[in-house]
């Protein structure tokens, strides 16, 4: 396989190895060393609802013929990362990102939705909760009850994504995506850590310098709740200095700087534009030659995805998808910062979007957010 076509692998597999999928296709429609096993992971029970499991099928013999696609137009893809416990525990959206592909494929776009944006949560039947307003991060959590103290994750999901199609406009996301933040570790542990630029000096509010968690203020060992144990830790912290360099983190490392937002002059748009870069650094570390070219820990990386992920893609494969974007480069992904506030009532109530932002959101519906940014420049992230 040429070189230029391994380099320009699609964006759409880039983006999912970066999220746990690992499609792995290179340009030309070329599938890249390890197809068979590829398919394992490239087949998804789908209706017209998000979001269906994926489905564990065994790695054929032989590859399929390559599927024709016909998805048509621009594209809009939802990404939420989880951090669950268990299925006795109420999953929260900690990341909400969307990923625009305009209809010519030129280019990528992926932007944030704060955690703590205030919006209004429609009341949802699944789960049998009523309408509320709340941080938009709750909406998983609502729409994932099932009873009996149980949840779902792929059932939330739905209720987070009617809630940000209100947000944004988007009546229907084409595709979407969950992935738990412990997927993550072991995806990046297995493509031997991830280069990065560090764009502002971090402190660790978690961890201290060898990775291990800080120890807790006395008066907060056993205190989880009150808002004097908000900051419940104590003695060294792990820091990351700011360069202009990209810097090899590993995988301890990347997860912790991405979940980072209290410190000296960083607030959450901080982390979401660092967590914007760590997935569009995952899918070029996953697409390099040492990874690619290497049997060993391209299997490696792909069953350390497959655990992780949750995909549908409305009747079509992940690997459907990767054909559709493969004349897309992962330096083609342009990350967007849409700047909010705080809303304060007596106390902090969570985020709202700043005048500009609702504008931004008609063109993503209109097929036109790159006039929209040559026109808005600020709202580009300068670190592209």
Same mark, same amino acid.
């Given at each position: 396989?040429?070189?230029? %076509?391994?380099?320009?692998?699609? !964006?759409? /597999?880039?983006?999912?190895?970066?999220? +746990?999928?690992?499609?792995?296709? =290179? $340009?030309?429609?070329?599938?890249?060393?390890?197809?068979?096993?590829?398919?394992?992971?490239?087949?998804?029970?789908?209706?017209?609802?998000?979001?269906?499991?994926?489905?564990?099928?065994?790695?054929?013999?032989?590859?399929?013929?390559?599927?024709?696609?016909?998805?048509?137009?621009?594209?809009?893809?939802?990404?939420?990362?989880?951090?669950?416990?268990?299925?006795?525990?109420?999953?929260?959206?900690?990341?909400?990102?969307?990923?625009?592909?305009?209809?010519?494929?030129?280019?990528?776009?992926?932007?944030?939705?704060?955690?703590?944006?205030?919006?209004?949560?429609?009341?949802?039947?699944?789960?049998?909760?009523?309408?509320?307003?709340?941080?938009?991060?709750?909406?998983?959590?609502?729409?994932?009850?099932?009873?009996?103290?149980?949840?779902?994750? %792929?059932?939330?999901?739905?209720? !987070?994504? /009617?809630?940000?199609?209100?947000?944004? +406009?988007?009546?229907?996301?084409? =595709? $979407?995506?969950?992935?738990?933040?412990?997927?993550?570790?072991?995806?990046?542990?297995?493509?031997?850590?991830?280069?990065?630029?560090?764009?502002?000096?971090?402190?660790?509010?978690?961890?201290?310098?060898?990775?291990?968690?800080?120890?807790?203020?006395?008066?907060?060992?056993?205190?989880?709740?009150?808002?004097?144990?908000?900051?419940?830790?104590?003695?060294?912290?792990?820091?990351?200095?700011?360069?202009?360099?990209?810097?090899?983190?590993?995988?301890?490392?990347?997860?912790?700087?991405?979940?980072?937002?209290?410190?000296?002059?960083?607030?959450?748009?901080?982390?979401?534009?660092?967590?914007?870069?760590?997935?569009?650094?995952?899918?070029?570390?996953?697409?390099?030659?040492?990874?690619?070219?290497?049997?060993?820990?391209?299997?490696?990386?792909?069953?350390?995805?497959?655990?992780? !992920?949750?995909?549908?893609?409305?009747?079509?494969?992940?690997?459907?998808?990767?054909?559709?974007?493969?004349?897309?480069?992962?330096?083609?992904?342009?990350?967007?910062?849409?700047?909010?506030?705080?809303?304060?009532?007596?106390?902090?109530?969570?985020?709202?979007?700043?005048?500009?932002?609702?504008?931004?959101?008609?063109?993503?519906?209109?097929?036109?957010?790159?006039?929209?940014?040559?026109?808005?420049?600020?709202?580009?992230?300068?670190?592209?």
């Amino acid at each position: 396989m040429a070189a230029e %076509a391994k380099r320009r692998s699609p !964006l759409w /597999a880039r983006i999912c190895v970066g999220l +746990g999928a690992v499609v792995l296709l =290179a $340009g030309g429609g070329t599938l890249v060393a390890g197809q068979a096993l590829v398919s394992k992971y490239t087949d998804a029970i789908t209706d017209d609802s998000l979001l269906a499991p994926i489905a564990g099928k065994p790695a054929e013999a032989a590859a399929p013929p390559e599927p024709e696609s016909d998805i048509e137009g621009a594209v809009n893809i939802l990404l939420v990362g989880i951090d669950p416990r268990d299925d006795h525990t109420a999953p929260l959206a900690d990341s909400i990102v969307i990923a625009h592909i305009p209809a010519d494929r030129h280019s990528a776009y992926l932007f944030s939705i704060p955690r703590d944006l205030r919006v209004d949560i429609p009341a949802f039947q699944p789960s049998g909760t009523g309408a509320d307003r709340t941080k938009i991060n709750a909406a998983m959590a609502y729409g994932s009850r099932l009873g009996d103290n149980k949840y779902s994750a %792929a059932q939330g999901f739905q209720l !987070l994504a /009617a809630t940000v199609g209100n947000v944004t +406009g988007i009546k229907k996301f084409d =595709a $979407g995506a969950i992935v738990n933040f412990g997927g993550f570790k072991k995806i990046v542990e297995a493509l031997g850590g991830v280069e990065m630029v560090i764009d502002m000096d971090v402190k660790s509010e978690h961890l201290g310098p060898d990775g291990k968690t800080r120890e807790r203020i006395s008066r907060c060992r056993n205190d989880h709740t009150s808002s004097s144990c908000a900051h419940p830790y104590t003695g060294p912290q792990k820091q990351y200095k700011k360069s202009d360099e990209p810097v090899r983190l590993q995988a301890w490392e990347a997860l912790d700087y991405v979940r980072q937002r209290y410190g000296d002059d960083m607030t959450d748009y901080d982390r979401q534009r660092h967590q914007q870069q760590f997935i569009k650094a995952m899918a070029k570390q996953a697409m390099s030659r040492d990874v690619v070219t290497d049997p060993g820990k391209l299997l490696a990386v792909m069953d350390a995805a497959g655990g992780s !992920l949750t995909f549908d893609g409305r009747g079509h494969s992940i690997l459907e998808w990767a054909l559709e974007m493969k004349a897309l480069n992962v330096d083609d992904m342009i990350t967007v910062k849409l700047p909010g506030e705080g809303v304060y009532d007596g106390g902090y109530l969570g985020e709202r979007f700043q005048d500009g932002v609702d504008d931004f959101f008609k063109a993503v519906t209109e097929n036109r957010v790159p006039a929209f940014l040559m026109d808005h420049p600020t709202f580009i992230n300068e670190t592209n």
